[in-house]
Each structure stands twice: as C-alpha cells, then as structure tokens.
C-alpha cells in the first residue's frame, strides 16, 4: 500500500522557519519524483517545490525560491522542506506527493497523495 505521511507543520511567527517531511512507503521511492503542494483555503492546490530520487534536480515556485529548500534522505524514503523566512502568504495545509518520472510542479500529474499538514504563519 502506497503512503505519504507529511509532519512538521504549525504555527510560526512571520520571519520564522518550520521543516516539513513526507515519509513515503509502498512503493521503489528511487523511481518516483516527490512534490510539494499547498492549499490556501479558497484558492487552488498549487505547486510549491519537487525533486527527482533518482538525479534530486529541484524545481522551485518563484514564491519561495530562496526561502524553501527540498531535499531527499533516500535511505529514509523521506523528503523534507525547509521553510525559511516564513510569510503570512504561506498559511496553507501543505501535502507532498509522488508520480512517476520526472518531477513537475502541476498536482494534476501526481498520482499518490498524503493527508497534509498545516502551515499557518502570524503577522
């Protein structure tokens, strides 16, 4: 059985860092790239960063590009994401997601998801 399990969201204070992991399971972590996604409420689920297991290229959001780093434990099946220089604009509930082959920052393309974490950063 596939799993993605997020943890590490909460509450920062504006300027502030939290890391979030996605444990993945059930499947060869190697041949899949991982996505991070995020869902403000009313607004569209939208891509934050990926990575390839197999190479780690890492795509970026303009967002978050210098403030987010994505990085990928492969002998943990873990991925992680480091949020630094936290925004009230970053409050969403952040999930991770795998699929097949070279990783895109469109959640459409993603086949397996997890449960999301929230992330909520005060002003």
């Known amino acids: 059985e596939v799993q993605?399990?997020?943890?590490?969201?909460?509450?920062?204070q504006a300027g502030g860092s939290l890391r979030l992991s996605c444990a993945a399971s059930g499947f060869t972590f190697d041949d899949y790239a991982i996505g991070w996604f995020r869902q403000a409420p009313g607004k569209e689920r939208e891509g934050v960063s990926c990575i390839s297991s197999?190479?780690?290229?890492?795509?970026?959001a303009d967002s978050v590009k210098?403030?987010?780093?994505i990085?990928?434990?492969n002998a943990k099946n873990t991925v992680y994401l480091q949020?630094?220089?936290l925004k009230p604009e970053d409050t969403a509930?952040?999930?991770?997601a795998a699929k097949?082959?070279?990783p895109k920052l469109l959640p459409d393309q993603y086949d397996y998801w997890g449960q999301?974490?929230?992330?909520?950063?005060?002003s």
């Open 4 to 12: 993605l399990v997020e943890s590490g969201g909460g509450l920062v």
């Open 54 to 60: 197999s190479d780690g290229s890492t795509y970026y």
């Open 66 to 69: 210098g403030r987010f780093t």
């Open 71 to 73: 990085s990928s434990d």
């Open 83 to 85: 949020m630094n220089s």
């Open 93 to 96: 509930v952040y999930y991770c």
């Open 100 to 102: 097949l082959g070279p």
């Open 116 to 122: 999301g974490t929230q992330v909520t950063v005060s």
